[in-house]
């Protein structure tokens, strides 16, 4: 009978143990996605400056093979 109540509560305790360590896990997650978020605004760059620097290269590109022939 005392083994029984020492493994009933061991497993109370890990069951304890486990719950806590699922919040922490959730809270870090939370704090991960906050912080992606952040990164996100900062390496987002517009589609326009994209366009606008890949005509200057293909130009600048097709002028200098102009210019070799």
Partial sequence: ????????????????YNIGVDATVTGCGSLQK??????????VVPNIFVLSLSLS??????LSLVEQA
């Fill in 57 to 62: 290269l293909s130009l600048s590109l097709s």
């Fill in 1 to 16: 009978m005392r083994q029984a109540k020492k493994h009933i509560h061991n497993a109370q305790l890990y069951t304890l």
């Fill in 34 to 43: 906050k912080i992606e978020k952040k990164l996100r605004k900062y390496l």
